[in-house]
Nanobody, 123 residues
Framework: QLQLAESGGGLVQAGDSLRLSCAAA????????MGWFRQAPGKEREFVAA????????YYADSVKGRFTISRDNAKNTVFLQMTSLKPGDTAVYYC????????????????WGQGTQVTVSS
């Protein structure tokens, strides 16, 4: 099973950009679809973005479409989430996750999770 570690979170102002990284340890990264989720205080974890093993297919939540971009570098076992035009509503702990089968938007379809990285957007 993959071990995942997120980085790149922080405190930014509304309108700023931030890039999150998720480093994976394990031989199966290049063949695994990956996703990003987030959880704000008092709210359930929600889907943000997902990418297929090849990078050829991506999914986005409507709330981030056009502002966030998911990508991956299989040679470096890393998946990224580029976030632009950040809003206070984007404040949450962001988690990366490895899909159990194909690219998916449901958290239940993911079998390995990182510890999360905090993103705080001030107004």
């Amino acid at each position: 099973q993959l071990q995942l570690a997120e980085s790149g979170g922080g405190l930014v102002q509304a309108g700023d950009s931030l890039r999150l990284s998720c480093a994976a340890a394990g031989r199966t990264f290049s063949g695994t679809a990956m996703g990003w989720f987030r959880q704000a205080p008092g709210k359930e974890r929600e889907f943000v973005a997902a990418i297929s093993w090849s990078g050829g297919t991506t999914y986005y939540a409507d709330s981030v479409k056009g502002r966030f971009t998911i990508s991956r570098d299989n040679a470096k076992n890393t998946v990224f989430l580029q976030m632009t035009s950040l809003k206070p509503g984007d404040t949450a702990v962001y988690y990366c996750a490895a899909a159990q089968w194909a690219i998916a938007t449901l958290a239940s379809e993911y079998g390995a999770w990182g510890q999360g990285t905090q993103v705080t957007v001030s107004s």
